[in-house]
């Protein structure tokens, strides 16, 4: 369990102590999808970093007026406070780079939960406010994916007269496989309206469209869009609401929440070693996943190449998510072998029904005694499979959720899909070809996003650095 | 990680064979508050017990009509099919025994997951209806406890031409710590319009009455009361969300869902080797709570006495549950000094603010440099503290929640409060003290309900069962 198995087994992690100041640089190495070990000793510095802006303090200390914030943005420097995050408890998993040629939380081993948060830009904000919430975000999430407070005063080392920078819930947790994903929506680059806000709309890729629409799919306002997106994952799901609540914090005044969706019992697999998880209708999901070490198919199917446009994007990708409600009650009413008739695998084992083993690939020829198909022609997995759909692939990170239930006393419930792709096209292409899905009586598409997601940061830079350069 | 130490090591469990029938007994010590390892071989009946009734089965099978549920009901005996959960898997917790004189999940080590569930009973239910739906959901529940599907065939050992049992997505999952715990409300007795549906209302609690209006709460109807609740405790979110479904749908056509609450990261310890954790204020929450190993405070604190009345319910205890939503960014933006002066204790160490360490007794008396007290008269700790209110104690049991954000943008969380106590006057005394809590600012009570919650029941028998003897 990862709460007990890093609680709070270290309190005075000197890499906090204030005689750093309150701009320490947090490096780490370059590789965003390998876990690595972090440094106990103080983090070094590549290249000099600045730490939060005037105005990501701003965010952290609003409310208390400019006297507030200036003893607030000084006082990192004086308390002695040695209260900190855990960061190398015995057990706990190691924490995930942040810098590196690609961001971390797409091809990292999926964690068990998830919070994930659209946000928009607020009115009058310039290119160059949102410079400075990319580099605060960037500095920020640098620090607590190794298990660190959102600044070097953190929760409880800043003055006692000012609010803390940190909120102070993740205290004693270590970071818990924590990995923070930023992406930018089609808006961000040109507005609903038509305005290119921030000078960027000659630069938007050119295959950044809002998605179209889908048969069959009914979007909420409240679950679709977004200028920009961030997806927290960990293995503790008050470390991911505490990433996302404090980049929030931080966006004051520049960025605000538009929606956002926890999850946990992760859906796919992207290691070899993990398990086939089961999505809410007890089927295995995401089989046939593209998996972390296969590096022919991250550079086919998931990376933004060399030689794609635009050169900014090259090593990012592009990240699509659904909330799909699942008609839960109706679906446990459905006989099992209609289930599995549906799905296209069986469920005990994930096996396809033309035969073998959760592994073994589909047989669309082979017959059953009845002379028809062994897997149903509309079944889900014949389907999206690659076979059908000129070789297409996709890497599924979702997750399932359950927001409570509906006023009908059913489970309002489902799949929060996230998949990441080399390009918008792959997912538009198998969500055509899955117009006809037998599964269609018993989902429905009810929130939509797509956000291109840029490149890791090389250290002492910030994620999106090369759309402004 | 729990998902990780306990994914499906073991597919093959010769218990879920269906040569033992669809009706097997499960049975556990007797104690509900230890964990204790389950015999891997076949469970021994020290009783009979009926396994889940025609209606269970009906609610497991509805929408195929009596023939798809004959089919159902009987295919149990004839699938040889062995796939079942893992019960052993290494690394994960053992599973927690379902019967004993308590039932499991009050002092029980509070688990990382909640799911939360408040039912009505349907109209023309019967006394009978109510009896057998209490058997239906003890039997399932000792079976899911153990780490098995909610009845022998399961989501994949019955009948291909009948709905599955269990839903499935628990399969492969280990227990992973679930407890399932079952409240009576105030209305199961007497009927919101007075009418006494069950022949109970003689048999009620003097004491189970819906909660007073207390100062400044704002209560949601789809988020209080219920006749009926089930608290599900488990190490996995998927655990915890199977067992509320699959308790769900057994009770069709009996009782339905009338609200439900996910929780995580719970905000109290029940147990001296668990640290203390945090609520969403950043503060330890808990530190004063009583302990599982102190007999004396539990019964004298927790439990319902052997003298006291109804004597039905001696060896049990009274639920209280309040949704306190948090106005998280307004807290956040508190300065550090004055979040602890409203707390009355430090942030970084949970020590009172008269010094010491967090399990130093709070001196109300002490003063500060300024004269003043250290502990403000109005802190939370100090309002709340059984030195000043009659030496009365409860048993915590609550977890944070994030039911994503408002309109507004704001985090829509909180905490969702669960306390045990022998009487409904603990909770309501102390909530009265809290009337000029400094905390009363930056929360809102929003959902409230109380339940009886029964002894534990004896094998064989079922949760509830001295209510109708």
Redesign the interface.
């Known amino acids: 369990?990862?709460?007990?198995?890093s609680?709070?087994s270290g309190r005075s992690d000197s890499s906090l102590r204030s005689s750093q100041g309150d701009r320490e640089p947090v490096t780490g190495p370059d590789d965003g999808a390998v876990p690595a070990p972090v440094a106990e000793s103080v983090p070094h510095a590549e290249t000099p970093r600045p730490g939060l802006s005037r105005r990501g303090l701003l965010g952290?200390?609003?409310?208390?007026g400019a006297a507030?914030l200036a003893v607030g943005a000084g006082a990192g420097a004086a308390a002695g406070?040695a209260?900190g995050r855990s960061r190398a408890a015995a057990g706990a998993?190691s924490p995930y780079a942040f810098y590196g040629p690609h961001q971390a939380g797409i091809t990292t081993p999926v964690q068990?939960?998830l919070?994930f948060?659209s946000f928009d830009m607020m009115p009058r904000t310039t290119r160059e406010d949102l410079i400075e919430l990319l580099q605060d975000w960037s500095y920020a999430a640098s620090r607590m994916t190794q298990g660190l407070d959102v600044s070097a005063s953190g929760?409880?080392g800043?003055?006692?007269?000012?609010?803390?920078d940190?909120?102070?819930?993740?205290?004693?947790l270590a970071a818990n496989g924590l990995t923070i994903t930023f992406g930018f929506g089609p808006t961000l680059f040109t507005a609903a309206d038509g305005t290119d806000r921030y000078g960027i709309a000659g630069r938007a890729p050119a295959l950044l469209k809002t998605l179209p629409p889908f048969l069959g799919e009914d979007l909420a306002p409240?679950h679709t869009g977004g200028d920009l997106c961030i997806q927290a994952c960990a293995?503790?799901?008050?470390v991911a609401?505490h990433a996302i609540?404090n980049l929030?914090?931080i966006a004051f005044g520049r960025a605000?929440?538009?929606?956002?969706?926890?999850g946990?019992?992760?859906t796919s697999k992207t290691t070899a070693d993990?398990?086939t998880?089961?999505?809410?209708?007890?089927?295995k999901d995401g089989t046939a996943n593209i998996l972390a070490d296969d590096q022919a198919a991250l550079d086919q199917h998931v990376w933004v190449g060399d030689g794609d446009e635009p050169a900014w994007l090259a090593g990012g990708s592009y990240l699509v998510a659904r909330k799909i409600a699942m008609l839960?009650?109706t679906w446990?009413?459905?006989?099992?072998?209609e289930?599995?008739r549906i799905t296209g695998r069986?469920?005990?084992?994930g096996a396809p029904l033309s035969g073998g083993q959760e592994q073994t690939d589909p047989d669309f020829a082979a017959t059953g005694t009845s002379g028809k198909p062994a897997i149903d022609t509309h079944s889900h997995v014949r389907l999206a499979h690659p076979e059908l759909n000129d070789g297409i692939r996709i890497l599924r990170r979702g997750y399932?959720y359950?927001?409570?239930?509906t006023?009908l006393?059913?489970?309002d419930?489902g799949l929060f899909f996230l998949a990441y792709q080399r390009s918008p096209e792959q997912f538009i292409t198998l969500q055509r070809a899955l117009s006809t899905d037998l599964l269609n009586e018993y989902i429905r598409h009810i929130g939509s996003g797509i956000w291109a997601v840029p490149p890791g940061a090389v250290a002492g830079s910030y994620v999106g650095a090369g759309l402004f350069a």
């Open positions: 369990m990862s709460r007990k198995s609680e709070r952290l200390a609003a409310g208390v507030g406070v209260v998993t068990d939960h919070h948060a929760a409880v800043g003055s006692p007269e000012a609010p803390p940190d909120t102070g819930e993740a205290l004693g409240d293995d503790d799901p008050q609401v609540r929030s914090r605000r929440l538009r929606w956002s969706q926890l946990f019992g992760k993990q398990a998880p089961r999505n809410l209708f007890g089927f839960i009650e446990d009413r459905v006989r099992l072998s289930q599995e069986d469920k005990a084992h399932n359950v927001d409570g239930n006023d006393g059913r489970l419930a």
